[in-house]
Structure formats: structure tokens, C-alpha cells
């Protein structure tokens, strides 16, 4: 929440003038939730893109030294007490998956408040267009690597899964592509075939050269919009369960799934090496990106959740946007 605070400081003194006479206000993320303090008449709708909670307990489970998961699972049981206060003060709340939804209802005091909504994430299909999977043993990993659970999959797949690949397959390149990385996922490059590409302007171009698409997350909540954008650009995807969370994809039909280092290295190699499995996956997860991710009838059902809050029973084709 502390990383939040200046853009709470910078918003807090626009607020009154920008909210009085709106149909809805809408809060992105956990972290702006207190703005609610500065509420003036009209419905608050709050979208937790992930849980803190979910996410903090998460971290709990692989860190190495005692005191830091003592820490991290006291952060757990704080944020999981600040979301249910941010729901139950919300007119209405969005999640990305039903695991999210499930979670917030578990520790919820007041059972009559309403459930949290269900949007999920997309990807622009239109922008990702896939390309016949290239035979060279290239692998990507995409994703802001400022970000915990990015720098922890990174680091977690780059030193335990990656030696496991190259012991098989001692050719095998990485390329680890994303925002803002930290100096430890900046030493990945050091380790033989890795590299680390930071702020690249778009990201097609390291799905269109690699082989196979991994989410290596051993951290998360809501959902992994990488893991969209490599089934949208006809990528094979290996991740871990929690990589994969709240989309709904059947392993061996879509996805590959492991958990465990030799069973996500196991994968990542049998992609590498099998042509037909590759381009099987690659195609059912591009039709599974079109027919259940495209952004438009998603964020079209999204709009049409903020008019009814607005504007309940309304007729949206009369409503003014």
C-alpha cells in the first residue's frame, strides 16, 4: 500500500472537483482504495486486479529464512483485513478470477454484502497475430520485472528450472523481456544462454522468435496477461498452476502445467523437442484466446456492469457515455 501513496497524494486534492455530479467513480487497485475517505454523492465501484493477501501468503511459502515468512504471512492476514473493509465500503467490487472472488468471501463479516463481480482479463487479439512456431530451442518470458512475483518466476525458473533444460538440451536460449528489472534479475544475463531485454518497446517480436512461452509464477493473484498474450501470438505455454490461475485452460489441451522444477524443466523440453505437440497447443491456445479473452465482448460486458451501477434499469443505448 506505501508504494501507492503518492498517487493517493497526488489524486486526493482533484477528487472533490472531479467527482462531484459523476454517475460513478471508479478505483483501480487495492492501493487507492482509501481515496473512498474523500467521497461525495454517486456509487464507488473498487477493482482489486489481484489481492495483496492471496499474494503476500503466497510469498510466504517460498521464502527461505523464518523471520521473513513470519513477516510475509503478518502481511497477509493485514492486507486480507484491508480488502474486506474496501469491500464492504465499495458500492461494488471487481476480480479477475473466481479464485479471487472466493477468497474475499471467505473472510467476509457482512453476509449481505454483494458478491464481487467477475471481469476478466483479455488481450487484444488483433495485435498479437501468430506465426508457424519456430524450431529453434528459444524460450520467453515476458512481464514487468519490477514486480515480485515477475522477479521471483524469472529467478526461480533462470536458477532451478533452467539448468535441469539445458542439461537436455544444452543449446537452449532465454529471453527474459519486460519493464524496469532489479539488478538481481539484471545478473540473469551472466548465466549461459539468458537474456535480459529491459523496456523494450513492444513485446511481439520476442513471441514471434521464441518456441515456447513460460509463467514460471510462484507468486500471484487475478490472472497473467503474459500468459494471454503468448496464447494470443499461437505460442505453446508452460506454467504453474498458479501461473495459469483463473483462466480456465485444460493441461495437455492447451497449456502444459508443473509445479516442480524437474516437472516444469520436463515440459519446457518436450515442447522444445515435440513439432506436433507444439503446434497442437499453439493453435488451441490461440482459439481459446479468441473465443474466451478477446477484450471487446469483455470490456463490453465490463461497461454495461458500470451503467447498470450508475444507472440501474437503465437502457444503456440511452445512457450518455
Not at 515442447?271 to 503446434?279: C, I, P, S, V, Y
Amino acid at each position: 500500500m506505501r508504494a501507492f501513496a503518492p498517487y493517493r497524494q497526488a489524486l486526493l486534492p482533484q477528487l472533490t472537483r472531479v467527482t462531484e455530479g459523476s454517475d460513478v467513480v471508479l478505483v483501480e487497485y487495492a492501493g487507492l482504495a482509501p481515496l473512498l475517505g474523500a467521497r461525495g454523492s454517486g456509487p464507488w465501484l473498487l477493482t482489486l486486479h489481484n489481492l495483496p493477501s492471496r499474494m503476500a501468503a503466497q510469498r510466504a511459502a517460498v521464502l527461505p529464512h523464518r523471520r521473513q515468512r513470519w513477516l510475509s504471512r503478518r502481511d497477509a492476514h493485514l492486507a486480507a483485513e484491508f480488502e474486506r473493509d474496501a469491500v464492504a465500503d465499495f458500492d461494488a467490487t471487481v476480480v479477475c478470477t473466481a479464485a479471487d472472488a472466493a477468497a474475499l468471501a471467505s473472510g467476509r463479516h457482512d453476509d449481505a454484502a454483494a458478491a464481487p463481480l467477475v471481469v476478466p482479463n483479455g488481450v487484444d487479439v488483433g495485435r498479437f497475430q501468430p506465426t508457424p512456431v519456430p524450431a529453434a530451442p528459444r524460450v520467453v518470458f515476458t512481464g514487468a520485472l519490477d514486480t515480485t512475483p515477475n522477479a521471483d518466476g524469472a529467478l526461480w525458473f533462470c536458477q532451478s528450472v533452467l539448468p535441469l533444460v539445458r542439461a537436455e538440451l544444452p543449446g537452449v536460449q532465454v529471453d527474459l523481456v519486460g519493464a524496469r528489472p532489479g539488478t538481481d534479475v539484471l545478473a540473469l544475463g551472466a548465466l549461459p544462454g539468458v537474456s535480459v531485454h529491459p523496456d523494450v518497446a513492444t513485446v511481439e517480436p520476442f513471441l514471434a522468435a521464441g518456441r515456447v512461452a513460460v509463467v514460471p509464477m510462484r507468486i500471484g493473484s487475478g490472472s497473467r496477461l503474459k500468459a494471454l498474450e503468448a496464447l494470443a501470438a499461437g505460442r505453446p505455454v508452460v506454467g504453474t498452476s498458479i501461473g495459469l490461475e483463473g483462466l480456465d485452460l485444460r493441461p495437455g489441451h492447451e497449456v502444459l502445467v508443473a509445479d516442480q522444477q524437474a516437472d516444469f524443466a520436463a515440459a519446457v523440453v518436450r515442447l522444445l523437442g515435440d513439432d506436433a505437440l507444439a503446434a497442437r497447443l499453439a493453435s488451441a491456445g490461440r482459439s481459446v484466446a479468441c473465443a474466451r479473452f478477446d477484450w471487446t465482448p469483455i470490456a463490453t460486458a465490463f461497461a454495461q456492469s458500470v451503467i447498470d451501477l450508475a444507472h440501474p434499469g437503465a437502457d444503456p443505448s440511452r445512457v450518455r457515455a
